[in-house]
């Protein structure tokens, strides 16, 4: 189901036939580095991991993490989307791109079409963000989409030191 659309991307719902662009989105070296290894081996792995997160969310929440399809391109170069974790008081904004797409301004464009839907759809009055301390381009994004830094925190078990963005959505 399509969700969005902006000049270059159509912004949709992710389906169990994505797992293999999937699969390979979660084992590119930058998924890896900054997000982490999500021990992802096989379509079927892709397919479990989708089925227990984001299309559950989709059920539960009524978003998820969104599969970005370049239209010029004619296909999908990443996600971006909102993600509910129980570590976090508020629902978190994500992306990921496959390499060839990132520093291009997708992630811009892609996030500014989801924070829309959050305000206007989902009615959301604020938005975070996570990221590590060496992840300088989504910290330059998130600042750019008017995200402001709060505090360092520690909210997985693998006891990793993040930065924690908000951004107050005015409806």
């Not at 397919?47 to 969310?57: C, F, I, R």
């Amino acid at each position: 189901m399509i969700i969005a659309e902006t000049n270059r991307l159509i912004i949709s719902e992710l389906s169990i036939e994505d797992a293999p662009f999937f699969l390979t989105l979660v084992n590119t070296p930058n998924w890896i580095k900054f997000i982490g290894d999500r021990n992802l081996k096989t379509v079927k792995d892709a397919e479990d991991y989708l089925l227990n997160g984001t299309l559950k969310s989709y059920t539960e929440f009524g978003f998820g993490f969104y599969k970005l399809y370049h239209k010029e391109e004619n296909k999908t170069i990443g996600t971006c989307g909102l993600i509910k974790r129980e570590q976090l008081e508020e629902v978190d904004l994500g992306f990921a791109f496959l390499p060839e797409f990132e520093g291009k301004g997708f992630g811009y464009e892609a996030s500014l079409a989801v924070i829309t839907l959050a305000k206007k759809r989902f009615h959301l009055k604020k938005l975070l963000a996570i990221t590590l301390p060496i992840n300088s381009n989504s910290i330059k994004l998130l600042e750019k989409l008017g995200f402001t830094y709060q505090k360092n925190v520690k909210p997985f078990d693998d006891d990793v030191e993040l930065l924690l963005f908000a951004k107050q959505l005015d409806l």
